[in-house]
């Protein structure tokens, strides 16, 4: 039985990350034809262990346009994550806008010059900022509180111009604080739940900010 990505053409940028290694085994699985793009920053080889024979990966800087162009020629479908994170945008805003909003609008451009049918635009729950209704629902405010969120909501309201403009097809999506087995504990790019992992199996005592009494929801990525 054909599936809905049987033999079409998938541009990920981010593939070699947490998330992107994910949606690539999900996108193989599917028989599609998978291009990972990844400068390996944050992501790693190993995340795509099992399928760099099935795949081509790219190890490509998402802000060098050149070799893009190149690989878009012929993609029918990009999935746009690459990224770097909350924390690096703390000692780095400027990099941070540069590679989450920048680097995502002259993706969108070369996208649809290269007449790609669908961009997916893989935003961030940072862009809400701190919850003010729960539960949120899609349309609470957005009000970021750091670079990164902002810079994220920047690539959104890039992919829905190109839409409004061109009649491009775009498609935004939020996740919420992913966690999975090759989600990351190291570096800008640590999250909570692999580290409360770590720790606990070294007999370590968590690492909790503030009373203890805030609230997060999670979201498996497997």
């Not at 790693?44 to 990966?57: F, H, I, M, R, T």
């Not at 805003?93 to 961009?119: D, I, Q």
Request: hydrophobic share 40%; aromatic share 8%.
């Amino acid at each position: 039985m054909a599936t809905l990505y049987q033999n079409k053409k998938v541009l990920v940028t981010g593939g070699a990350g947490f998330i992107g290694s994910e949606l690539v085994r999900q996108l193989v699985a599917e028989g599609a034809e998978v291009t990972v793009v990844d400068s390996l920053v944050n992501g790693k080889k190993e995340n795509l262990d099992g399928l760099l024979s099935q795949v081509n990966l790219s190890v490509t800087d998402i802000r060098d346009e050149k070799p893009l162009m190149k690989l878009l020629e012929e993609t029918e479908i990009i999935f746009h994550l690459a990224c770097l994170g909350v924390r690096h945008s703390l000692h780095s805003p400027e990099e941070n806008h540069e590679v989450n909003a920048t680097a995502t609008l002259k993706l969108l451009l070369l996208a649809w010059k290269a007449r790609a049918k669908r961009f997916v635009y893989v935003s961030s729950s940072e862009v809400y900022g701190t919850g003010q209704e729960v539960p949120m629902a899609e349309d609470h405010p957005t009000f970021p509180r750091q670079v990164y969120g902002a810079a994220k909501l920047a690539g959104e309201g890039y992919a829905r111009a190109f839409y409004e403009s061109h009649g491009f097809p775009t498609v935004v999506v939020r996740p919420f604080n992913t966690y999975g087995s090759r989600s990351h504990h190291e570096g800008d790019s640590g999250e909570v739940i692999p580290k409360f992992l770590l720790r606990s199996l070294a007999l370590r005592p968590l690492v909790i900010f503030g009373d203890g009494t805030q609230t997060r929801d999670f979201t498996l990525c497997e």
